[in-house]
C-alpha cells in the first residue's frame, strides 16, 4: 500500500511545507490540497511544481478536489468544467494519477434517487471526459454531511458503475463512511481497482449529527471502527493509495513535521495488520 499525507491535515501551511513535512515523516506521497496548488502556482511555474516532488522523492497521489460538481446552473457548471481541464492538465504534466471530485448538497429533499443518480452520470461522464485524455482518473467521493447527495459507498458505487467510464472511481473517506451510515458489507460489493484514494481518519466520540471535519482525530484515537474496514477492504485485494485527512484545525497549530510523523505512527499502527 501507498500511504501518503493530505494537504488538509496542514491546511495551514503552504505546499512547500507539506511536501517538506511528507519527506521528514517518511511518507512517499502526498494528496495535493488545491488550494495549495494554486498559491504556489501563482509565482512557480509547472516544472518547478514537479521538481519540488520528484527532488524531496514525495509523489503526488491526487489533486483534492473539484467541490459540488452537479446541480449547478450553466455559468457555474462551465466553471466546474474549466477546473477539470486545467486541474487535469496539470495532474498529467506531474505525473498526478487522479482528482478528487466532490458531491453537491441536495437541492430539494423530496428528488427522487433516480433523478440523482442521473444528474451525477451525466456530470461524471462529462467531467471524466475531459480527464481521460491527460491520463487522469476521476474519484468521486461520498460525503457522510446529512446535506449532501451522496453519503454511502454503495451510493456512490452505483453511479460510478453507470457512467460507463473506464476513468471514474469512488474516494472511501472513513469519517465519510462511519457519519453517512453506510454499512459495512457495502465494501465487500466494491471493485479494488475501482478505489482511487483511501482516507484514513478518525471521529470524536460524539452523536452523527455533530460531526463535523472539525471532529476528526488522528487514527486509533476515535469511535471509527478502523479495523474492521481496513479488514474488509483488505479482503477485496485493496492494496492502492491510503493518505491521512484530518481536517482538525487543532492540527493545523502544530509543527507541521511534528504532525506528519505522528499521523504517519497512527497510520501505520492501524493499516500494518492488514496491509503490507
Known sequence: MLLGF??????????????????????????????????????HSVAELKALLDDNGV?????????????RNDEEYR???ERCEQLSGLCGQIG?????????????????????????????????????PHGVGLSFEFLGFGWCTVRT???????VRQTGRANVGITVDCAHFYGGGGLMAELDDLDPARIYAFHLDDLE?????????????????????????????????????????????????????DLAKRARAAALGVLSPHFD
Request: glycine content about 6%; hydrophobic content about 45%.
Open 205 to 257: 466520540d460524539t452523536v452523527k449529527e455533530a460531526i463535523t471535519d472539525g471532529t476528526r482525530v488522528l487514527p486509533g484515537l476515535g469511535v471509527i471502527p478502523l479495523d474492521e474496514i481496513c479488514r474488509r477492504l483488505s479482503a477485496i485485494g485493496y492494496d492502492g493509495a491510503c493518505s491521512v485527512e484530518l481536517f482538525r484545525p487543532e492540527y493545523w497549530a502544530w509543527d507541521a513535521v
Open 153 to 159: 459507498p454503495r451510493a456512490a458505487w452505483e453511479i
Open 59 to 71: 509523489a503526488p497521489m491526487s489533486i483534492n478536489s473539484i467541490e459540488f460538481v452537479a446541480f
Open 6 to 43: 493530505h494537504g488538509a491535515t496542514t491546511m495551514t501551511s503552504d505546499l512547500e511545507t507539506d511536501v517538506a513535512a511528507s519527506r521528514e515523516a517518511g511518507f512517499k506521497a502526498l494528496e495535493l490540497w488545491a488550494g495549495k496548488v494554486d498559491a504556489y502556482l501563482a509565482t
Open 79 to 81: 466553471g466546474i468544467k
Open 96 to 132: 498526478c494519477p487522479c482528482l478528487v471530485v466532490v458531491p453537491s448538497p441536495t437541492p430539494d429533499r423530496s428528488i427522487p434517487w433516480d433523478d440523482v443518480v442521473a444528474e451525477y452520470v451525466r456530470v461524471l461522464r462529462e467531467l471524466a471526459d475531459i480527464a481521460a
